[in-house]
């Protein structure tokens, strides 16, 4: 593993599963750690379909240098395996001969990039919402509030077990409404703070949602985040509910009862502006309404164009429904 500079594969490293796909030395290597939700499941054989972690596929799509780092499931251990540490360090000067190193995570991911980001020599970072750790010592806000209590049970002495130490610089994503995450962004002193207020911890998601992730990671890769676009840009977090339903939550601590009543207003307007979904109908259910029409003919011409021209999105080329469309329409315009 790692032996030459043009390669691909997987396997591990400790405990941590890693795939790679190593194609110009000239070029920037990129780091990305999964987060929790997306754990690598090796319940499948090994072998050239082998799961690809959080981002991979992504950014060797993108013909970058990628390396991805992911727990497994039945093997979660936030990245904290003494292990791992230990085989970085020896992989430290294959990695210092690429042109720049940057990481790229989310949530625990988060943790991982930055935690590791002297040891791999990592320039810069691109971080959303990010756990700088789960150190008891440090990392209380966390504890105090039950978030994944489970995780501080891991081994959180000895080296890299804090994130905020790094020296990279970049960018933190973040929901400041949101106190446990607002915490660990503002312990990340190197970073410029990208602040995007109502969607909680799941910002990865939802910025890909409202079309904003994409072109963040391809800029941040190519060092030029434009700030003013990406806050311009998050303002289409109004076209989802996530957006209101997340202000609306216990987890926004800074929900007055009048903030309440705007946001409850605004959703109804989002809610009710929504686009009612097109009917579809079956065979039967259109020659139902064929039939429907051809008896309103005599009663109701009017209902039974309406029917008549609905049957026609369905049968755009029936003859028989175009000639009935024209002669209903004529007859009622005399």
Same mark, same amino acid.
């Given at each position: 593993?790692?032996?030459? +500079?043009a390669?691909?594969?997987?396997?591990?490293?400790?405990?941590?599963?890693?795939k790679?796909?190593?194609?110009?030395k000239?070029?920037?290597?990129? =780091? !990305?750690?999964?987060?929790?939700?997306?754990?690598?499941?090796?319940?499948?054989?090994?072998?050239?379909?082998?799961?690809?972690?959080?981002?991979y596929?992504?950014?060797?799509?993108?013909?970058?240098?990628?390396?991805?780092?992911?727990?497994?499931?039945?093997?979660?251990?936030?990245?904290?395996?003494?292990?791992f540490?230990?085989?970085?360090l020896?992989?430290?000067?294959?990695?210092?001969?690429?042109?720049? /190193?940057?990481?790229?995570?989310?949530?625990m #991911?988060?943790? #991982?990039?930055?935690? +590791?980001?002297? %040891?791999?020599?990592?320039?810069r970072?691109?971080?959303?919402?990010?756990?700088?750790?789960?150190?008891?010592?440090?990392?209380?806000?966390?504890?105090?509030?039950?978030?994944?209590?489970? !995780?501080?049970e =891991?081994d959180?002495?000895?080296?890299?077990?804090?994130?905020?130490?790094?020296?990279?610089?970049?960018?933190?994503?973040?929901?400041?409404l949101?106190?446990?995450?607002?915490?660990?962004?503002?312990?990340?002193?190197?970073l /410029? $703070?990208? $602040?995007? !207020?109502?969607l909680?911890?799941?910002?990865?998601?939802?910025?890909?949602?409202?079309?904003?992730?994409k072109?963040? %990671?391809?800029?941040?890769?190519?060092d030029?985040?434009?700030?003013?676009? =990406?806050?311009?840009?998050?303002? $289409?977090? /109004?076209?989802?509910?996530?957006?209101?339903?997340?202000?609306?939550? +216990?987890?926004?601590?800074?929900? !007055?009862?009048?903030?309440?009543?705007v946001?409850?207003?605004?959703?109804?307007?989002?809610?009710?502006?929504?686009? %009612?979904?097109?009917?579809?109908?079956?065979?039967?259910?259109?020659?139902?309404?064929?039939?429907?029409?051809?008896?309103?003919?005599?009663?109701?011409?009017?209902?039974?164009?309406?029917?008549?021209r609905?049957?026609?999105l369905?049968r755009?080329?029936?003859? #028989?429904? $175009?000639?009935?469309i024209k002669?209903?329409?004529?007859?009622?315009?005399?």
């Open positions: 593993m790692f032996n030459s +500079y390669e691909n594969g997987f396997g591990f490293i400790g405990s941590i599963y890693v790679y796909n190593i194609i110009n000239d070029s920037p290597v990129i =780091f !990305t750690f999964a987060n929790g939700g997306s754990l690598v499941d090796l319940n499948q054989e090994l072998g050239s379909d082998q799961p690809s972690p959080w981002g596929e992504f950014l060797k799509g993108l013909g970058h240098n990628v390396v991805s780092f992911s727990c497994v499931k039945g093997c979660y251990n936030y990245y904290r395996d003494r292990d540490y230990s085989q970085l020896k992989l430290r000067e294959y990695f210092s001969c690429f042109p720049e /190193r940057l990481g790229y995570g989310a949530s #991911g988060g943790y #991982g990039v930055s935690a +590791y980001a002297n %040891v791999l020599g990592i320039d970072v691109l971080l959303m919402n990010p756990i700088s750790t789960r150190s008891i010592d440090i990392n209380r806000w966390d504890y105090e509030a039950g978030r994944s209590l489970s !995780t501080y =891991f959180w002495d000895g080296p890299c077990n804090d994130g905020a130490v790094m020296s990279a610089r970049g960018y933190v994503v973040y929901d400041p949101y106190a446990l995450d607002k915490q660990h962004a503002d312990r990340y002193n190197t /410029r $703070k990208l $602040k995007i !207020t109502g909680g911890h799941g910002i990865p998601q939802y910025l890909n949602e409202i079309g904003v992730l072109k963040l %990671v391809t800029d941040f890769l190519a030029c985040v434009n700030e003013y676009w =990406f806050y311009q840009s998050s303002r $289409k977090r /109004r076209n989802i509910l996530r957006y209101y339903d997340w202000l609306l939550s +216990y987890e926004n601590k800074h929900l !007055t009862y009048r903030r309440e009543l946001v409850r207003h605004y959703r109804k307007i989002f809610i009710d502006n929504l686009p %009612v979904p097109s009917p579809v109908l079956n065979k039967s259910q259109v020659n139902v309404m064929r039939d429907a029409a051809l008896l309103l003919e005599s009663i109701d011409k009017s209902m039974a164009l309406q029917l008549f609905i049957v026609k369905y755009p080329k029936s003859r #028989g429904v $175009k000639n009935k002669l209903l329409a004529r007859s009622i315009d005399r």
